[in-house]
């Protein structure tokens, strides 16, 4: 599964409301869908984490960290949960070349 990195999947990336957030390292406005910069640094997610299971079809996966095997979507943010466990390295972004 390829992923598209993007400013909402960093670390340093602070929300501020469906189309936009803050660069905690900048301080500045940065829109969510646009490419991260040379200091990304991935965030944890449920899609990161060695205890999420991708669903045979759909978007939905589960978390059998979790005593109830919730369902989970993988860009949800799992900065905050204790049974996060890293599965793969954090991928770095790619470069945009000049045309």
């Given at each position: 599964m390829s992923v598209t990195l993007r400013h909402s999947h960093c670390r340093h990336?602070?929300?501020v409301d469906v189309a936009k957030?803050?660069?905690?390292?900048?301080e500045r406005p940065v829109m969510i869908d646009t490419p991260p910069c040379a200091e990304f640094v991935?965030?944890?997610s449920c899609g990161t984490c060695?205890?999420?299971?991708?669903?045979?079809?759909?978007?939905?996966?589960?978390?059998e960290g979790l005593p109830d095997q919730a369902w989970t979507w993988p860009d949800l943010s799992?900065?905050?949960?204790?049974?996060y466990q890293?599965?793969?390295?954090?991928?770095?972004?790619e470069k945009e070349t000049a045309a």
């Open positions: 990336f602070a929300p957030g803050i660069c905690l390292l900048t991935r965030a944890p060695s205890r999420f299971r991708p669903p045979a079809e759909g978007s939905l996966g589960r978390c799992a900065l905050h949960c204790e049974q890293p599965a793969i390295p954090a991928p770095e972004p």
